[in-house]
């Protein structure tokens, strides 16, 4: 397997480029699946085949900045992306993060950091995926009653809620179908900002469920705006990282290559799952972060790396799976579409 390594100069060591492409597959299609950055399974992947963490931030953040871009043009061609949104998100969220990495500085003083944002990780971690998972039971509980007859109220969302504050500016989301005080999106971009400095991921994992039940985005627009900001948050992130000298552009662009194929995959995949399908996997991906984080927490790092690292291949496999049965269908309906078509134009 010699043959397939190549020097890393920033990192100062040797590695697979095959490894490398296969995590950048791997976060490619989770990704434009999900609309997550995918630090959660680049940053302890390179770190546990011997990427110094420092280094293992800085070049996720350089890949994931440019994988996002790729999923972003892909999902705005779909219509998937409010763009007027996603800018409105950047203003609170680039406070949010400023705020949180002053938080973190203040623990690190006390000799807290550690201990306390991984506690608060695993904590917030559950409580979201418990929330996606629960809101996924309800729906399909509502929809059996309806295809029993029965009369079902959903009733009213805390997105809805919001939405009724009136504030000045109001303004109105396009693609989302949302019409809200502009205070909303900025606000939840500041505390989504906040959370996601404190506990050190792109924000992907907050922001898109945060997208979805405060803003009232639905889930393929919440998907597509939210890569919008991990572009953005990205491109920060790498540039901040590489003036530190901590990002190995040879070992981004590998996996960049195979980031671009992932995420054309991923995002198609989009195409072919109900919305709420969507958000039964998502439930899936955060309790196994949460996992993960629990283990590192345990201080069993190599369990917590394998786990993460799987289960995105897993998942990855899943969502595959899922786009080639959506294709395959969609084939089938067009060619009985077609045959329909002959013998109709054939009829007397």
């Not at 295809?147 to 109220?153: E, L, Q």
């Not at 809805?160 to 693609?175: A, D």
């Not at 994992?205 to 705006?225: D, E, Q, S």
């Not at 899936?284 to 069993?300: D, G, N, P, R, W």
Request: glycine share 12%.
């Amino acid at each position: 397997m010699d043959k397939f390594e190549v020097w890393l100069p920033i990192a100062g060591m040797p590695f697979n480029v095959l490894l490398l492409l296969l995590i950048g597959v791997t976060v490619g299609i989770c990704g434009g699946f999900f609309g997550i950055g995918g630090a959660w399974i680049v940053t302890p992947a390179l770190n546990i085949f011997g990427f110094p963490m420092p280094y293992a931030i800085g070049t996720d953040l350089a890949h994931m900045g440019g994988k996002s871009i790729v999923s972003t043009i892909r999902h705005g061609k779909f219509g998937n992306v409010d763009i007027r949104l996603g800018v409105s998100m950047i203003v609170g969220t680039t406070v949010g993060m400023e705020l949180g990495a002053n938080l973190v500085m203040a623990l690190e003083r006390a000799g807290l950091a550690e201990s306390v944002i991984r506690k608060a990780y695993v904590v917030f971690l559950f409580l979201i995926g418990s929330y996606v998972l629960y809101d996924y039971i309800s729906h399909q509980r509502r929809q059996k009653a309806v295809d029993k007859g029965t009369a079902v109220s959903a009733g009213e969302t805390l997105a809805h809620r919001l939405q009724r504050f009136r504030i000045p500016p109001m303004i109105h989301f396009k693609e989302s179908g949302v019409t809200c005080s502009l205070w909303l999106p900025v606000g939840v971009g500041l505390v989504t900002g906040v959370v996601a400095s404190v506990l050190g991921v792109g924000g992907g994992f907050i922001r898109m469920p945060a997208l979805i039940y405060l803003v009232g985005c639905p889930t393929l627009v919440a998907v597509g705006t939210d890569l919008f900001e991990v572009m953005i948050t990205g491109a920060y992130g790498a540039f901040t990282y590489g003036m530190k000298g901590r990002v190995d552009l040879v070992a981004a662009m590998w996996m960049l290559m195979g980031a671009a194929a992932g995420a054309q995959l991923g995002t198609v995949a989009v195409k072919y799952v109900r919305g709420y399908s969507i958000r039964l996997l998502f439930a899936t991906t955060i309790f196994i972060a949460c996992a993960s984080v629990l283990l590192k927490q345990l201080e069993m790092q190599l369990a917590s790396s394998i786990t993460i690292l799987a289960a995105g291949i897993v998942i990855s496999g899943v969502i595959l799976v899922l786009l080639v049965r959506g294709m395959w269908r969609e084939r089938a309906a067009r060619k009985r579409a077609n045959q329909a078509r002959i013998l109709g134009e054939g009829a007397p």
